[in-house]
């Protein structure tokens, strides 16, 4: 079982080409991104150093080269190539809770976001 430690990074925003259509992976749209990291954070929090957890700005930044790096049909396989290269990565992060939002998608009515949010144990 995870530890009941978290890191959290909120509101990750950029701007990336993934959708079901052609037209959508040509015009792009916004995104935001919500995570929640399972760390044991007893080691830095007694020692005050980055070294002893995981550094929120590289796996914000992993994110976004993520979303940026391909185009995806889906959210679902977005969000699953980004867990699986957090992970890759970050070996300190037992589990993670990721939620990926497409911000006012191209839909035939008045919608915020759409999204998955998804839950992955190592």
């Known amino acids: 079982m995870p530890t009941s430690d978290t890191i959290l990074i909120k509101g990750l925003e950029f701007y990336a080409y993934h959708g079901a259509t052609d037209e959508e992976q040509k015009i792009g749209h916004r995104y935001r991104v919500d995570a929640r ?4 954070i007893r080691k830095a929090g007694a020692s005050d150093s980055l070294e002893e957890t995981v550094n929120y700005a590289e796996v914000a930044l992993c994110i976004q080269e993520v979303a940026q790096a391909n185009q995806y049909r889906l959210i679902e396989c977005l969000a699953e190539r980004i867990v699986g290269v ?13 939620k990926v939002e497409k911000i006012m998608p191209p839909y035939p009515a008045i919608v915020e976001s759409v999204g998955v949010e998804i839950f992955r144990i190592r």
């Open 37 to 40: 990291l399972a760390v044991d």
């Open 86 to 98: 957090v992970f890759a990565r970050f070996s300190l992060i037992e589990a993670i809770t990721l």
